[in-house]
């Protein structure tokens, strides 16, 4: 219906402010009921800015004189339905500005005003040109090999990702010489033939029979041990999905799961199977976005930011390793995939499955309460057997690099068996401190560094960035080491002689990857050796080329949390875990439940084909409460003595918290802000604000850093004393001097 010419559009602007923008429609015309979820330009300030129409409302004749739209971008709502009341629940929930939640839920080019892009699939032919002059190609180039698949004809471009790596490199040179060229393959929606998998054990098919008990919303935890056949769970509800010609939505927690996760999906679903994730180019997530928006996508794979994919036909929702952290989005609007995939679920009414071997303890607690369905896998499918897990006391005795004599034993037997070893450290870099062992000088990042509270700079390796080592390779000294702060990125030059006494007695103090690295390759220096982790991985599916280059021949892999997660690795037989006691003493109120689960996915790595596994965990508290409750009840009885920690304490999830951060370069501004802000907070016996504090990491980056912890045992409480305060923070003039932010749920204190 045609609204009156006087109408004004309202327009959520991707900026920091709790409101919306009213603007004349201009040229474009009368404005109708199906313009709300379109995108318009419109001028802001001295430019311009692309926004989404989320209204049409009388214009105030009282008010300001309203500008004009400069432009129209749609010719239908690209953000309507469920979807947009999904990113109105966002900005109540999280209480973020409207314009700043629709514009993260927007892939870049989108977001930027540029229009939808083609959709259809894409196959590289041979011309023919090509098809007459291929054999006159170089034998054994890439560029002959790939041709040589051509000639029998086209390929398409999912397929060749999978079976020629860098073969765009080749494509490129044959396109230019006019012997290949890119050709365009017909849509389809059609649900193909696909492969029936392996037969399911009997939990699995009991597991499956409770997914598919009734219609509509339901959510169900998956707690299944490692191995155990989650993903063969996904795959069939995924069939029962598309069998009805619905679309169906997976979320992983990393993108280095995403590859191995899209072949396995692709190889049984006989469809394509689109992905979205960061590291993919900004044409290639539009693509995917676009794809499931026209409803020509029916299996979309990806990390945290997919939950906001459009799902006009929904039929299934899941959510691979529900506990992973990293489904919790750390700066901007700080919302967390799962609870989102929750909530979208409800709304579309279609089921979300939360798979884990290690639950949340807030999924946990939500299925004990019969919020979920909880359905359990305490076997791993196959003929695969539980990893032998083994503590090592390592006290009094000696250690090379951080390694013990019965781990360095253990490699070295299961090099002997042609077997692959891990060696799990979750810290990157050479060594965490550099300190001078005459006058205790140790290098600090002067950017993150207070008077009270010296933050160290990690020491990393000359060869930063190096995926592998190669066998028989002479180890590094530690000239040209360079220095990094993990927190804000600085870097530095390693001194030649102490900055204080000019000694020259500088020695790295503690071990991670890289070091790890150097002494394994000194100890097998014939061992094929990879280290994976944040460095190393750099590149776009770079974690699956690493592991691809060790196959299935013996070798160790030396890694951090990356490895930790979902990969399946057939020949890998030991998993030693260095720096277990790091986590062991924590002032963090998750640390225990983040090391079980950390501990327990990363053991999962071992023995999950034929071959028996072990895990030799070293650690200087061996009879510590937590390992003994691992080894004896596993995850299930440290989540049950958690939970009831959690309770006795008020902390979530019987209790419900927020977090104001704020930053600036003076402290005095921070504690300000925070002075004010709990003076403004509404007196209530249901919540409670505490005192402005300095966050546990009181500097970063040159800025001082504070917070305000709320909480209430009762969530509507602290969404309503939320709701009135926040839109007031915005009004004080020291909010003008500071960097704030609003966390609800936070995963962290820091």
Request: net charge neutral; hydrophobic share 40%.
């Given at each position: 219906m045609p609204f009156s010419s006087s109408d004004a559009l309202r327009v959520a602007l991707p900026l920091p402010l709790p409101r919306e923008f009213d603007y004349l429609p201009g040229a474009a015309g009368?404005?109708?009921?199906?313009?709300?979820?379109?995108?318009?330009?419109?001028?802001f300030g001295r430019g311009e800015q692309v926004g989404?129409?989320?209204?049409?409302?009388?214009?105030?004749?009282?008010?300001?004189?309203?500008?004009?739209?400069?432009?129209?971008?749609?010719?239908?709502?690209?953000?309507?339905?469920?979807?947009?009341?999904?990113?109105?629940?966002?900005?109540?929930?999280?209480?973020?500005?409207?314009?700043?939640?629709?514009?993260?839920?927007?892939?870049?080019?989108l977001r930027a005003g540029l229009p939808l892009p083609e959709t259809c699939a894409y196959a590289q032919a041979l011309t023919p040109a090509g098809m007459e002059s291929w054999s006159?190609?170089?034998?054994?180039?890439?560029t002959r090999r790939l041709a040589e698949a051509l000639q029998s004809g086209p390929i398409d471009e999912d397929r060749l990702d999978q079976v020629f790596e860098s073969w765009r490199v080749g494509a490129r040179a044959l396109t230019a010489r006019g012997?290949?060229?890119?050709?365009?393959?017909?849509?389809?929606?059609?649900?193909?033939?696909?492969?029936?998998?392996?037969?399911?054990?009997?939990?699995?098919a009991d597991a499956l029979a409770t997914l598919r008990e009734g219609k509509g919303f339901r959510a169900c935890l998956i707690e299944g041990v490692t191995g155990s056949g989650k993903t063969e769970l996904y795959l069939q509800a995924i069939r029962d999905c598309l069998a009805e010609g619905r679309q169906a939505l997976i979320l992983v927690p990393e993108i280095g799961l995403t590859p191995q996760t899209l072949a396995r999906f692709r190889a049984r679903l006989g469809l394509p199977v689109h992905a979205m994730h960061s590291g993919l180019a900004d044409g290639a997530r539009a693509r995917a976005w676009t794809a499931m928006w026209r409803g020509e996508a029916r299996v979309l794979v990806g990390t945290r930011s997919a939950i906001f994919a459009p799902l006009p036909e929904a039929g299934l929702i899941v959510v691979d390793e529900e506990h992973d952290a990293s489904y919790k989005q750390q700066d901007g609007i700080r919302y967390h995939a799962r609870d989102l995939a929750l909530v979208r679920g409800k709304a579309l009414g279609v089921p979300v499955l939360l798979g884990s071997a290690t639950p949340s303890l807030e999924s946990l607690h939500n299925a004990m309460a019969g919020r979920y369905a909880h359905v359990r896998l305490n076997q791993r499918a196959g003929r695969a057997k539980p990893p032998q897990v083994r503590v090592l006391d390592v006290r009094k005795r000696p250690l090379t690099h951080g390694l013990s004599k019965d781990l360095l034993d253990g490699i070295e037997?299961?090099?002997?068996?042609?077997?692959?070893?891990?060696?799990?450290?979750?810290?990157?870099?050479?060594?965490?401190?550099?300190?001078?062992?005459?006058?205790?000088?140790?290098?600090?990042?002067?950017?993150?560094?207070?008077?009270?509270?010296?933050?160290?700079?990690?020491?990393?390796?000359?060869a930063h960035g190096r995926a592998s080592v190669v066998a028989g390779r002479t180890p590094e000294t530690t000239a040209g080491r360079t220095l990094i702060c993990h927190h804000c990125?600085?870097?530095?030059?390693?001194?030649?002689?102490?900055?204080?006494?000019?000694?020259?007695?500088?020695?790295?103090?503690?071990?991670g990857t890289e070091r790890?690295?150097?002494?394994?390759?000194?100890?097998?220096?014939?061992?094929?050796?990879?280290?994976?982790?944040?460095?190393t991985t750099r590149r776009k599916d770079a974690m699956q080329q690493h592991l691809q280059e060790l196959g299935d021949r013996p070798g160790i892999l030396i890694g951090t949390q990356m490895l930790a997660k979902g990969h399946d690795l057939p020949r890998l037989t030991l998993v030693g875990v260095v720096g277990v006691d790091e986590g062991l003493y924590s002032a963090d109120f998750r640390a225990c439940e983040k090391l079980a689960q950390l501990l327990i996915q990363v053991a999962g790595r071992a023995g999950r084909a034929d071959l028996p596994g072990e895990v030799l965990l070293q650690t200087h508290h061996p009879d510590h409460p937590l390992l003994a409750t691992l080894l004896v009840g596993g995850y299930p009885a440290l989540a049950a003595t958690e939970l009831a920690q959690r309770e006795a304490a008020g902390f979530p999830p019987y209790a419900h918290l927020a977090l104001l951060r704020a930053e600036a370069p003076n402290e005095g501004d921070v504690q300000l802000f925070l002075r004010e802000a709990r003076a403004l907070w509404p007196a209530s016996e249901k919540t409670e604000a505490s005192a402005p504090m300095p966050a546990p990491m009181a500097r970063r980056a040159g800025r001082a850093r504070g917070q305000l912890l709320l909480s209430s045992n009762q969530r509507p409480a602290l969404q309503a004393a939320l709701g009135s305060w926040v839109p007031a923070l915005y009004e004080f003039k020291s909010a003008r001097k500071v960097r704030w932010s609003i966390d609800v749920?936070?995963?962290d204190l820091y």
């Open positions: 009368l404005p109708m009921a199906d313009w709300i979820g379109r995108r318009v330009r419109v001028p989404v129409i989320t209204a049409l409302a009388p214009a105030n004749e009282e008010g300001p004189e309203l500008k004009a739209i400069s432009e129209l971008l749609d010719v239908q709502p690209l953000l309507d339905g469920e979807l947009m009341e999904s990113l109105r629940w966002v900005a109540r929930y999280y209480h973020a500005p409207l314009g700043e939640v629709i514009a993260t839920s927007l892939p870049t080019a006159r190609l170089r034998r054994g180039s890439a012997l290949m060229e890119r050709i365009a393959l017909p849509g389809s929606t059609e649900h193909g033939a696909d492969d029936d998998g392996p037969r399911l054990t009997g939990a699995q037997r299961c090099l002997e068996r042609g077997e692959q070893a891990l060696v799990f450290k979750n810290r990157r870099g050479y060594a965490p401190v550099l300190l001078c062992h005459d006058c205790g000088w140790s290098a600090h990042c002067r950017r993150c560094s207070t008077p009270t509270q010296e933050q160290p700079m990690t020491l990393h390796g000359a990125g600085a870097r530095a030059a390693r001194p030649a002689s102490c900055p204080d006494c000019a000694s020259l007695a500088l020695q790295p103090q503690g071990f790890i690295e150097e002494a394994l390759t000194a100890r097998f220096p014939q061992a094929r050796l990879l280290r994976v982790d944040r460095e749920d936070p995963l």
